[in-house]
């Protein structure tokens, strides 16, 4: 069954958690929110919740 862009953020968050919750264990709290940011962003393209063309124009908005 096709998974929905909601499930696909789930995904990703749920990733990225574990992520942060791993990374947290070996350095401070702070390089683990940093490693969750890169973690979202890559899971948020590998679930293709966004693809690239979603990206280039959130960039082109932002850029006006």
Request: positive net charge.
């Amino acid at each position: 069954f096709p998974v929905t862009i909601p499930g696909q953020v789930f995904v990703s968050a749920v990733v990225m958690g574990l992520g942060v919750w791993y990374v947290n264990q070996y350095t401070n709290f702070m390089f683990a929110i940093l490693a969750g940011a890169i973690i979202y962003l890559i899971m948020i393209f590998v679930t293709k919740a966004m693809k690239k063309q979603d990206l280039l124009t959130l960039l082109e908005m932002i850029k006006k």
